[in-house]
């Protein structure tokens, strides 16, 4: 089974691509899909509708994991974040119908054992899991492999929510 785990955001979208065939993970791929700061938000939403689409096209996972959003203090940020993370559920939406959500408790529980880890802790664990030489850059997509992570482990539980 191969898992597009997916951390929104608007400067940064991250992602990471495992397979996971029920008893050991392997990375595929990570990365990020990066929006200039100065342009317009409907055409930095387009770029990330686009990125998503292309790595749908590319990886055809099997299922998609999205991060939920962690609120910010700041309001038009939110708003901002909480737009970028619909176009790309939409994005992943038209082409993949298996899509799933966990918060960010839920995949520190996951990856950690411990649902208030810290990042570092994280990311730590991120690659002793898959047994890489170094953490998945930038940390967006460290995130994203988390959660890709996070619903591997989670599968036969089925708890979590699906779209």
């Known amino acids: 089974m191969i ?6 955001g608007i400067a940064i979208v991250g992602y990471g691509v495992i397979e996971y065939d029920g008893f050991h993970m392997k990375l595929i791929d990570y990365g990020a899909v990066y929006t200039p700061a100065k342009m317009k938000l409907p055409e930095r939403l387009d770029i990330l509708f686009e990125g998503i689409v292309k790595l749908m096209e590319r990886f055809q996972p099997d299922e998609v994991a999205f991060e939920e959003l962690f609120f910010h203090n700041n309001a038009k940020t939110a708003i901002d974040v909480a737009q970028a993370r619909g176009v790309c559920l939409m994005a992943a939406y038209r082409i993949n119908r298996r899509l799933y959500e966990y918060t960010p ?5 996951a990856v950690t054992g411990y649902g208030r880890a810290e990042k570092r802790q994280i ?3 991120v690659k002793v899991s898959l047994n890489l030489q170094d953490i998945p850059k930038p940390d967006d997509a460290a995130d994203a492999v988390a959660v890709a992570i996070c619903h591997a482990q989670t599968i036969n539980y089925r708890n979590t929510r699906k779209y």
């Open 3 to 8: 898992i597009l785990g997916i951390d929104p």
């Open 123 to 125: 990311q730590q664990m």
């Open 105 to 109: 408790l839920q995949v520190k529980q």
